[in-house]
Each structure stands twice: as C-alpha cells, then as structure tokens.
C-alpha cells in the first residue's frame, strides 16, 4: 500500500496515493494507524483526495479506528472526500459516525480546536479535584 505521511507540530497527515482503499488494505491501514497512537504527534488527519473509492470494510475500519483515537483522548479527521466516496459511505451509514472536512485546511483547524478543548477540559477537572 502506497501511503505518505506529512507530520506536522501537533498531527500527522496521511495520504493513502491508491485510488481505492480496499478490504485487503485494512490490516495496513490498522498497522499505521496504531503507529500513530503509539508515536508523537497522535492526532491524524487521513487526506482521501486520491481515493475513488472505498470497501465496506475500509469504511468500518475507519470509524472504529476513529472511536478508538477519540476514546484515547486524540482527533481523526477525514478530508478531501471525492463525491462518490462520500456517496458510498453514506449509502453504506458510516458517513454521519466520521469526523470529516471538504478541504485539509479546515480539518488542521479541527484538530486544534479539539486539542484546546482538551486542555481547557484537562484543566477543569484538574480544578475539580482541588475543590
């Protein structure tokens, strides 16, 4: 699987350059993605833009890959969906469960704006415990 990963201060972007994200592609697909779970930046921003299409289990794959990056306190965005791509995943009721954006730019500004929520609720319950 062909894949480019552009890291950046607080994220790392992933770029799948095949144009199909298929069944057989998923345990790859898990591999990196616990990579980045395990290695500095955590948050993810998956850029589809060279993806025309997507598995039904790519799709399951991707919301479960996102609830685990949420449960553990890190953002995964999607981005850059072509039209049939969005099309399929909402045919298949995965598109309302994924977090995503129409360009990579809005998606980095997610990812900040979670991080800060973050923080700000890290604070509170650090606040919380003192009282």
């Keep these: ?30 591999e990196i993605f ?7 930046p955590h948050n993810v921003i998956l850029n589809l833009s060279a993806v025309t299409s997507v598995s039904e289990e790519a799709a399951n794959l991707l ?10 306190q890190y953002s995964f965005v999607l981005c850059e969906l072509k039209e049939d791509v969005e099309e399929a995943l909402d045919q298949m009721g995965v598109l309302e ?8 730019s809005e998606a980095w500004d997610i990812v900040q704006m979670e991080e800060i929520e973050r ?3 890290g604070d509170d319950d650090m606040e919380n415990k003192d009282n």
Aim: proline share 5%; charged share 30%.
């Design 97 to 104: 469960l994924l977090n995503t954006t129409p360009t990579e």
């Design 119 to 121: 923080e700000l609720l």
């Design 63 to 72: 919301t479960d890959i996102q609830q685990h990056f949420y449960e553990n």
């Design 1 to 30: 699987m062909k894949i480019k990963i552009d890291t950046k201060e607080k994220f790392k972007v992933i770029h799948p350059e095949e144009p199909e994200l298929s069944a057989n592609m998923t345990e790859s697909l898990r």
């Design 34 to 40: 616990q990579n980045c779970l395990t290695d500095y």
